[in-house]
């Protein structure tokens, strides 16, 4: 019996430093986790609306009001230029891919056409819906039109409204239409007026 107490005594002492030893870990690393992200999410919001100089978050009321009516809305805001006039906005949505959730961020400027859309995060199949984080996918939604909601084509494109989708990938490439499609709807609706 007392060598039972004893072993128990000798795990429950290792696993004891050990979570503290983790705690430690995750409290130094949470900040420079938080940080890298603040810089891609940065670095995002600029290649999406490079005509904006500065990035201003949405006020909190109206941001409340427009995720209260869709809960994939994560983020929004508002791109100035050099004089502070509102040349547009950068919408990062989330939306369920083949392989698990996709963040995109679509930038759309005053002049109702999107600016550039980027895929953030994904767990989408790698050598396939992974190639909707290449350039070549995601310029196929700048310049579109923001009139209507863009459909995903295969093959030949025959109005400005579609999208050409990813060899392989229609999943993922109808998720990502879906994010930039809601991010669409929550300008048309609530922001360009």
Do not use: C
């Not at 900040?31 to 999406?48: C, G, L, P, Q, S």
Request: aromatic share 4%; glycine share 8%.
């Amino acid at each position: 019996m007392n060598e039972t107490l004893k072993l128990g005594l000798i795990l429950l002492l290792i696993t004891s430093i050990s979570a503290v030893v983790l705690g430690f870990s995750n409290n130094v690393t949470s900040v420079k986790i938080a940080e890298a992200d603040k810089i891609a999410n940065d670095n995002a919001r600029k290649e999406v609306l490079p005509i904006a100089n500065e990035f201003e978050a949405l006020d909190e009321n109206t941001f409340n009001d427009i995720v209260s009516s869709n809960q994939d809305v994560l983020e929004i805001y508002i791109g100035k230029d050099e004089g502070g006039n509102v040349v547009g906005y950068t919408i990062k949505t989330i939306s369920g891919g083949f392989g698990g959730d996709i963040e995109i961020m679509t930038g759309i400027s005053n002049e109702d056409k999107i600016t550039g859309m980027k895929v953030l995060n994904h767990s989408e199949t790698p050598g396939l819906g992974a190639k909707s984080t290449t350039p070549e996918f995601q310029d196929r939604f700048k310049d579109k039109s923001i009139e209507n909601e863009l459909v995903v084509v295969k093959g030949v494109l025959s109005q400005d409204a579609e999208v050409e989708a990813i060899t392989g990938a229609t999943i993922t490439s109808n998720a990502v239409t879906s994010g930039v499609n809601m991010a669409i709807k929550v300008y048309n609706d609530k922001l360009s007026k």
